[in-house]
């Protein structure tokens, strides 16, 4: 009963905090209804479209947050930021390449960085910058072979592309 009168307080503040706009605050508020109350009917439902709410507004905040960090060079922030953006888009290419360039720049962890780039590249085969970059993580880790398959996957997709070009000539040398 004690956790019923809880519950019911929290999806009050998280009704409160939606009619103010606060999407963020209605989601944790209705993430903690649900811990307490996770049988109330309809509750699951609003929580899910307050928490898509409030992605979109962190996904944005967190984008533009991560931008700056690669303008100013701070790498490692720049993958954090764009990792969180990963989280609330697990669909979208384009954060999960960020966040991998941003790790081989900052000297991170290379299998998250290799994660990150292959999911860009499962979710866009055809795009030759995501595969530009798996082929960064590739020579950030030594995978020399790894990185000039990808490099000719990427020739392939634009044969014009002159950085492309001159990282497999680099590769070819070092081979």
């Known amino acids: 009963m004690a956790q019923s009168s809880q519950a019911r307080k929290y999806i009050v503040n998280a009704e409160a905090a939606m009619t103010a706009r606060d999407p963020v605050g209605a989601a944790n508020a209705f993430r903690v209804a649900m811990t307490l109350s996770p049988d109330e009917p309809g509750l699951a439902q609003r929580a899910r479209e307050a928490q898509a709410q409030a992605d979109s507004i962190l996904v944005e905040t967190y984008s533009r947050q991560a931008s700056y960090e690669e303008k100013n060079e701070q790498w490692a922030d720049a993958a ?3 990792a969180r953006v990963c989280r609330a888009r697990p669909d979208d290419p ?12 900052a000297g991170g962890d290379l299998h998250e960085a290799d994660r990150l780039a292959q999911r860009a590249c499962t979710l866009d085969a055809e795009s030759a910058p995501f ?45």
Request: net charge positive.
């Open 80 to 82: 954090r930021s764009w």
């Open 131 to 175: 595969r530009t970059t798996l082929a960064s993580v590739y020579l950030a880790a030594g995978l020399t072979r790894n990185a000039r398959r990808e490099l000719e996957t990427a020739a392939q997709l634009a044969p014009h592309d002159g950085t492309i070009q001159a990282m497999l000539k680099r590769v070819g040398k070092s081979a």
């Open 94 to 105: 384009i954060p999960h390449e960020r966040a991998a360039n941003a790790i081989v720049k």
